[in-house]
């Protein structure tokens, strides 16, 4: 992988749905796992959802099961999180990453990254 571009972020009410994208331009996008970050400003940086090489093992945060859905379009290079019922504390930036083979929970085992795309639900 050599670069993440993350797209369709931006405003929408709570309640409303918004769908992220991540192009990956790279030979190796079939061997990552991908996975969604999110950081608010003086907030720490939270895993978001992952996805494995394969896409038969997802995780989710707690704060975000029920409620987001994440998958990959290998033969496009993109990854999508889906997010349903959003809410004003979903409000953040953004981040793609991505690592060789399985998920983590570390952001800080991912070696790639996007630039970010901002999410923001007014209430």
């Known amino acids: 992988l050599a670069q993440l571009v993350e797209s369709g972020g931006g405003s929408v009410q709570a309640g409303g749905s918004l769908r992220l994208s991540c192009t990956a331009s790279?030979?190796?996008?079939?061997?990552?796992?991908m996975g969604w970050f999110r950081q608010a400003p003086g907030k720490e940086r939270e895993g978001v959802s992952c996805?494995?090489?394969?896409?038969?093992?997802?995780y989710f945060a707690d704060s975000v099961k029920g409620r987001f859905t994440i998958s990959r379009d290998n033969a496009k290079k993109t990854l999508y999180l889906q997010m349903n019922s959003l809410e004003p504390e979903d409000t953040a930036m953004y981040y793609c990453?991505?690592?060789?083979?399985?998920?983590?929970?570390?952001?800080?085992?991912?070696?790639?990254w996007g630039q970010g795309t901002q999410v923001t639900v007014s209430s």
């Open positions: 996805i494995n090489w394969k896409g038969d093992s997802t």
């Open positions: 790279g030979p190796t996008f079939d061997y990552a796992a």
């Open positions: 990453a991505a690592r060789l083979w399985d998920c983590s929970a570390r952001g800080a085992d991912f070696e790639y």
